[in-house]
């Protein structure tokens, strides 16, 4: 089966520094992977995602690397300002393509310092 | 923000009371899925249904079951609760069952359940 984990469960950082979240993956056949932000109280809100025929790609002050190689993922996040405060998923679609069933990590919280 | 609505919102049961959760989307989407969050644990996935009467199990469905009559709506019931039960459930909705697709998956707010 698939396992997700992530390597740090809580990041601090400084406003207006770049945060980065890592994520990895056990299941080379992973193909599918979504970043999820989620504050306290509120459900898993959609940030950005990728393919595994990607690389790279980048949103608004965020981007997402893949590296299929040593099956790891991370979210970047440019000028980390205070309302980005969160836990941060990443999510893996396994098994069949057409379920959408997702395998979440266990997440990583943000604190930022300002 | 995607139309999904949970209810309630928040509930405190007895163990051995049945407990059924409500998803209402308005966004016509055929894939809607019951998460539960805990601890330690992420977001694992109870049962999912991939349009009108057709559901499947995710990987902690024991202890739970699901009915979806209608598109908008997707119920997740507990017929005898315990107090392992007791977890924050997130309902999601997808248009396909393919997220890479571009049509991504999709959280609603989330239920509150105390199982004592």
């Known amino acids: 089966g698939e396992s997700v984990g992530l390597h740090l469960p809580t990041l601090s950082v400084q406003e207006g520094d770049n945060s980065i979240i890592n994520c990895a993956y056990s299941?080379?056949?992973?193909?599918?992977f979504i970043w999820y932000k989620q504050e306290s109280g509120k459900g898993p809100q959609f940030i950005i995602d990728i393919r595994s025929n990607m690389d790279k790609r980048q949103g608004q002050r965020v981007t997402v690397l893949l590296n299929k190689t040593v099956k790891h993922l991370s979210l970047q996040i440019a000028a980390t300002q205070p309302g980005d405060s969160a836990v941060y998923f990443c999510?893996?679609?396994?098994?069949?393509?057409?379920?959408?069933?997702?395998?979440f990590g266990q997440g990583t919280t943000l604190q930022v310092k300002p | 923000d995607a139309g999904i609505t949970q209810s309630p919102r928040h509930k405190v049961t007895e163990t051995g009371t049945p407990v059924t959760l409500r998803c209402h989307q308005t966004e016509n989407h055929r894939y809607m899925y019951w998460y539960r969050q805990d601890p330690g644990h992420g977001l694992r996935l109870i049962h999912y249904s991939y349009g009108v009467k057709d559901t499947d199990k995710g990987e902690v469905s024991d202890g739970y079951s699901v009915s979806r009559s209608k598109t908008e709506d997707f119920l997740l019931t507990l017929e005898s609760a315990t107090s392992s039960q007791t977890s924050v459930y997130f309902c999601?909705?997808?248009?396909?069952?393919?997220?890479?697709?571009?049509?991504?998956?999709?959280f609603g707010e989330g239920s509150w359940l105390t199982v004592v």
């Open positions: 999601a909705i997808s248009e396909t069952g393919d997220p890479s697709s571009g049509n991504t998956i999709y």
């Open positions: 299941n080379s056949a992973s193909d599918y």
């Open positions: 999510a893996v679609r396994t098994g069949s393509s057409n379920t959408g069933k997702l395998i």
